[in-house]
């Protein structure tokens, strides 16, 4: 016959069974540390930027190659100080016959590669020319395009100097369109390029978005007859081009060439580069 458990047996078992009971509700109460979020992405450093860098982060870059275009069309390439020292001789035997190199950025940033890059792409036999990243939070128009003027971006008049280019685009560092008005935005850009003309004899081109031209200038359509477009846009077409211009005089299609990634069209044969050149 088995034994009576004692009165004090049972409290016991009793106690211990509503304290496991009790534990579940505690423990959904503590923090959770397995599953902590994400940290913030952390901006790029000034001066890092490239021709693209937000249009890459805010378009895209995928929609696939042009195909071959009836009209004359002359390759080229854009380079930074992501690409350091370049290999002009491999690109010339690819075809490309002329080359833009960034040679400043706001009124902080100079290129250290601008050197090689600009002498050699014009010793290989290239047709070159240099271009500003803007920053328009970081200080006026007129002030970046002398900061520009003076480290780089003049022209002279040899036949294989291109004008210089304002490249203007997503924000990379913060607020897309630097935390500006489409109407302060027209204004800092009209102050460049005044100042730019009034430096170097030349009207400079404009790089730069559809979707950011119509959501930071509201469209704005007063540059089209006085400053040619270099369209940014990585599609099978160039597609539609910002307020004011009709035709894009360079096109940047893509950001993911051979030897250098980003590869541009010149919208004619290289007789128009050269006249672009000349002035």
């Given at each position: ?18 304290t ?6 505690l ?17 790029p ?51 490309v ?35 500003h990243?803007?920053?328009?939070d ?8 002398t ?25 990379p ?30 009207a400079?081109?404009?790089y ?23 369209i ?48």
């Amino acid at each position: 016959m088995p034994k009576p458990r004692s009165t004090t047996t049972g409290r016991l078992l009793r106690s211990t069974a509503a304290t496991l009971l009790a534990v579940p509700p505690l423990l959904l109460t503590l923090p959770a540390t397995a599953t902590s979020a994400a940290p913030e992405p952390v901006p790029p450093t000034r001066g890092s930027a490239h021709m693209g860098t937000g249009v890459l982060a805010h378009e895209g870059g995928g929609g696939g190659l042009p195909a071959s275009l009836r009209a004359a069309q002359t390759e080229g390439v854009d380079v930074s100080s992501h690409q350091k020292d370049v290999d002009w001789a491999k690109l010339w035997d690819s075809g490309v016959k002329w080359a833009y190199v960034k040679a400043t950025e706001g009124s902080y940033y100079k290129n250290p590669y601008f050197g090689q890059q600009y002498e050699g792409s014009y010793n290989t036999g290239m047709i070159r020319g240099a271009y500003h990243f803007a920053a328009p939070d970081d200080s006026g128009g007129a002030e970046q395009a002398t900061y520009f003027a003076d480290g780089g971006g003049t022209w002279s008049s040899d036949g294989r100097t291109l004008p210089g280019v304002l490249d203007i685009e997503w924000n990379p560092y913060g607020a897309a369109c630097y935390g500006k008005t489409p109407a302060q935005l027209v204004s800092w850009i009209r102050d460049f390029l005044t100042t730019y003309k009034t430096r170097t004899g030349r009207a400079a081109l404009i790089y730069t978005s559809t979707k950011w031209w119509r959501d930071c200038t509201d469209d704005y359509a007063g540059f089209g007859t006085t400053n040619p477009l270099w369209i940014a846009r990585y599609d099978t077409t160039v597609g539609e081009l910002p307020a004011g211009w009709e035709y894009q005089t360079i096109w940047q299609y893509t950001s993911s060439g051979p030897t250098v990634g980003d590869h541009n069209k010149f919208n004619g044969p290289l007789s128009g580069v050269k006249s672009l050149a000349t002035g």
